[in-house]
Structures are given as C-alpha cells and as structure tokens.
C-alpha cells in the first residue's frame, strides 16, 4: 500500500498571506494525486486532480505541483473560507486502492 | 445537480452489523461508480470500497477482511453499504462519494453529508 505522508500537521498564516502544504508519496504515484478541503462539519471538497488541474469552480488560488512522490498545494492570498483542513489522495495504478494523507491543518494566525 | 443523501446517524453495539444507505441523484446513476470512505475521529480518511452499477463490479479493501458488502439498487439509484462484526475501532464518520469519470478518474468529486456510526455497549 503506498502511504502518504502530509505536512505540516498544522500550518498557521494570517488572512491575505501564502500557505504552502507538502505531500509525500512512499512510491511514485506519476500525477496521480489529488487535493481535498474539508471545512467543519462538512464533507470533502475535490479542489485539485492530477496533481496540478483544479476542479470546476475552484478559484486560481489554488494550484498544485509536482510528480512522483512529493507534491504541494499552494493557496495564495488566503480568505477566511479557506482556513479548514486538507488532504492529498493518490490513484495510481488500474485498479485503484485509494489512500489519503494523514492531514494539514491550516489555521488562523 | 448532483446530490448524494445519505441515511441517519446509528448506534449498534459490538458484534453487530450496520447498513449505511446512500441515495444518488441529479446525474446517470449507471454511469459513475460510487465509494465509501470513512474517517474515524482524529484518523485520515479511508477508502472502503466501491461498485459500479453499470457493470455490477465491486472491490473493497483488504482491510476489513470481507466484513463490507457493496449493494446497489438501481431502480432507487440508492447504494447500500452494509459493515459486519462492529467493534469499537468502527466507530467513525462514513461518507458515500462518486468517483469521477474522464479527466476526473480516479478523484472523488462528490460527496455524501455522511452518516456516523457509533459502536459502543
């Protein structure tokens, strides 16, 4: 099983600043890997696939980069509405067994 | 739009088993295979399994030794999930999401509200 390892644990920035978050893969994933934000009390939300491609209706803020085994999510100019926590998710290889990062916490500074 | 409503939160005691039902509208419920993950408190999240009601294929995780059963009900475009011999580890947040299709393959691009499911005696 390939294990994803994300961090930091927990990552404080002020509103308006750049946050940056880092997820390793334990083996080469390609891009196939994805980023979720899940709000309190809310289901998660596919934010970014292949590594770099955002989903419908996510803003340009947010963008994905790498390949192989380390890759990064960056929010640039953070909004209240992005202060949650965030997950990457690798699909690599027919047929999928999906595994996800332990979880970055993005707070208020 | 597309919507994934889920069935009310359970209590079951050790040893038991518990159905989790997700009900799919608002795209082609053949057309998208449909997952469980869930996410114990404090744990990250994990995949469970899936189905394809187009091709009537399903595959779980090896993790739960053969304790989930994937079933559809394409007439009701409802998924059930039923999970066998609970303990307490069971105890978690269970999440119905679809799996995307095309450039989207691989992801989960829609999510159910989830339902908890709290195992204690």
Redesign the interface.
């Known amino acids: 099983e390939i294990v994803m390892t994300q961090s930091p644990a927990t990552l404080s920035v002020s509103p308006g600043e750049r946050a940056t978050l880092s997820c390793r893969a334990s083996q080469s994933v390609g891009t196939?890997l994805?980023w979720?934000q899940q709000r309190p009390g809310q289901?998660?939300?596919?934010l970014i696939?292949?590594a770099s491609?955002r989903?419908t209706g996510i803003p340009a803020r947010f963008s994905g980069r790498g390949s192989g085994t380390e890759f990064t999510l960056t929010i640039s100019s953070l909004q209240s509405e992005d202060f949650a926590v965030y997950?990457c998710?690798q699909?690599n290889n027919w047929?999928?067994?999906?595994?996800?990062?332990?979880?970055t916490r993005l707070e208020i500074k | 739009q597309v919507q994934l409503a889920q069935s009310g939160a359970e209590v079951k005691k050790p040893g038991a088993s518990v159905r989790v039902s997700c009900k799919a509208s608002g795209y082609s419920f053949n057309a998208f295979s449909l997952?469980w993950?869930r996410q114990a408190p404090g744990?990250?999240?994990?995949?469970m399994g899936w189905i394809n009601p187009g091709n009537n294929n399903t595959?779980h995780?090896q993790k739960f030794h053969g304790r989930v059963t994937i079933t559809w009900d394409t007439t009701a475009t409802t998924v059930h999930m039923d999970l066998g011999s609970l303990r307490s580890e069971d105890t978690a947040l269970y999440?119905c999401?679809r799996g995307?299709a095309g450039?989207?393959?691989?992801?989960?691009?829609y999510?159910?509200?989830?339902t908890l499911v709290t195992v204690s005696s």
């Open positions: 196939s994805a979720y289901a998660p939300r596919l696939y292949r491609t989903a997950y998710q699909y047929p999928f067994v999906w595994t996800f990062g332990q979880g | 997952h993950v744990q990250r999240l994990e995949w595959k995780s999440y999401a995307g450039d989207y393959i691989g992801t989960f691009d999510w159910g509200q989830g």
